[in-house]
Nanobody, 127 residues
Framework: QVQLVESGGGLVQAGGSLRLSCAAS????????MAWFRQAPGKEREFVAA????????YYADSVKGRFTISRDNAKNTVTLQMNSLKPEDTAVYYC????????????????????WGQGTQVTVSS
């Protein structure tokens, strides 16, 4: 059973930074891509960033490109989202996610690709 546990959310002022972490267990972590999604109140869950199994290749939503960085540590089974220059519109619950299958490509920006989800961590950015 795949388990994903996020940590690191909180309240920060606009322009500040937060670092989210996700600890994965239940299968061989290093052969699967990983991703972060977020969901603001009253909105659909949206893609934020994804990283390939090796950590070499990434995708980002246009809204976070240049401000957020996704990375992974396959030795520690963790994936991290470093968020800088935060804006009030970044306020949301952030979810770590993992796909059922291995592979990589443009499909990994879509919610339908992911089958496993963490419980979410709240990020609130005040203006």
């Amino acid at each position: 059973q795949v388990q994903l546990v996020e940590s690191g959310g909180g309240l920060v002022q606009a322009g500040g930074s937060l670092r989210l972490s996700c600890a994965a267990s239940g299968r061989t972590f290093s052969i699967y891509a990983m991703a972060w999604f977020r969901q603001a109140p009253g909105k659909e869950r949206e893609f934020v960033a994804a990283v390939s199994s090796s950590g070499v290749t990434t995708y980002y939503a246009d809204s976070v490109k240049g401000r957020f960085t996704i990375s992974r540590d396959n030795a520690k089974n963790t994936v991290t989202l470093q968020m800088n220059s935060l804006k009030p519109e970044d306020t949301a619950v952030y979810y770590c996610s993992a796909p059922r299958t291995t592979g990589w490509g443009i499909d990994f920006i879509w919610r339908r690709t992911y089958d496993y989800w963490g419980q979410g961590t709240q990020v609130t950015v005040s203006s």
